[in-house]
């Protein structure tokens, strides 16, 4: 949200485009530049092929002085984003850090003020730190560790709290409210989507194999494997309520991207119950979906699965779905969107 218009008072003054990289190399002064899926690393260590060809290219066709800086985590003068998806323009406008590594040289040190000269147009200086590259390249890699540790930890007490029947809001609610831990990323929930965490994650535990530390790689490993758990531990719960089959039956999916306001995907759910033989019918509000609003989809279906906070999955006409759903009639609330409505939800009929 807010990009369009950012790019619509911006092009032409500030901001161009243009599918001439070699004219726009030279005319440059600083030029700003994924994950391996084949070969060693696979799937973990950051892929530098297209970082390699990048250079090349920028060495081929420089005719000076240029500063080149990367914002990915790959080992130039690094300038990680730290951009969340779904208010990433807020996120450029008004940064909580910015933060630049390079050389502990003289060169480096002249590519680090340059840089720090072009955020200081919109930023404060005591958001900008400056490190050397290591510090950069790690911090990034750390603070998305660090956010999907709290969303694996939460999701693990949630089982416990299962289990047990205590509340796993209240539990977050106390949690949250130590001011040493704070309450952000404390919502439970089917597991962190999109394409930044579990990339980071993966790519910090290929990073502590290659220097002989297997048991911090292990630790890093376990939030991984949490979040997986996590997944099919909520795919399982349907399978199980829905008398321990959902061959062939039609099951309603709200929300086919990771978070609301994101157009990024996540399918893991959708692929577990698809391997089980269930028949989705997937309604999103901003994804290409196979339902053209989500009564469609929950027309004759055995179970409702919410696995997207979109706003409009509060305001839903609940009784209307329930009367063209078949009986008994499921929800399963993977991001807790209805808890305001359980008690009427189990007036109106729903399991």
């Not at 790019?7 to 030029?31: H, P, W, Y």
């Not at 609003?293 to 305001?315: K, N, S």
């Amino acid at each position: 949200p807010g990009l369009k218009e950012v790019v619509e008072s911006c092009r032409g003054r500030n901001l161009f485009f243009s599918t001439d990289i070699d004219s726009a190399i030279k005319d440059a002064d600083l030029v700003n530049t994924p994950t391996k899926t084949y070969g060693m690393g696979k799937g973990r260590a950051a892929d530098l092929k297209y970082i390699e060809a990048c250079a090349r290219r920028i060495v081929e066709m420089s005719d000076g002085y240029k500063i080149v800086t990367e914002k990915s985590t790959v080992p130039v003068l690094s300038n990680p984003e730290f951009l969340a998806e779904g208010t990433a323009v807020r996120d450029l406008k008004e940064p909580d850090r910015v933060l630049i590594g390079g050389d502990e040289t003289a060169e480096g040190q002249r590519a680090i003020r340059a840089l720090c000269a072009v955020y200081e147009h919109w930023v404060p200086k005591d958001r900008i730190i400056t490190t050397n590259t290591w510090s950069s390249e790690l911090s990034k890699l750390a603070a998305n560790a660090f956010l999907a540790q709290r969303i694996s930890s939460i999701n693990s007490i949630s089982a416990l709290c299962e289990a047990t029947g205590a509340d796993v809001e209240e539990v977050a609610k106390a949690i949250g409210m130590d001011q040493r831990i704070g309450s952000k990323f404390l919502k439970a929930s089917i597991g962190f989507g999109g394409s930044c965490f579990q990339k980071d994650v993966l790519n910090l535990v290929y990073l502590c194999e290659a220097l002989n530390l297997p048991e911090v790689a292990s630790y890093w490993q376990q939030v991984i494997d949490m979040n997986e758990y996590q997944r099919k531990r909520f795919a399982c719960r349907i399978i199980d309520c829905l008398f321990n089959t959902v061959t062939g039956k039609k099951l309603a999916l709200l929300g086919f991207s990771f978070k609301k306001d994101t157009g990024d995907t996540s399918i893991y759910i959708s692929k577990y119950l698809m391997d089980e033989g269930a028949k989705l019918h997937i309604y999103d509000p901003k994804l290409v979906t196979v339902t053209k609003d989500p009564y469609e989809a929950c027309q004759g279906a055995h179970a409702l699965v919410i696995c997207t906070e979109w706003d409009m999955f509060r305001e839903l006409d609940y009784e209307k779905i329930y009367k063209q759903m078949l009986k008994p009639a499921f929800i399963f609330d993977g991001r807790r969107v209805l808890d305001h409505l359980h008690r009427d939800l189990q007036n109106i009929g729903f399991q």
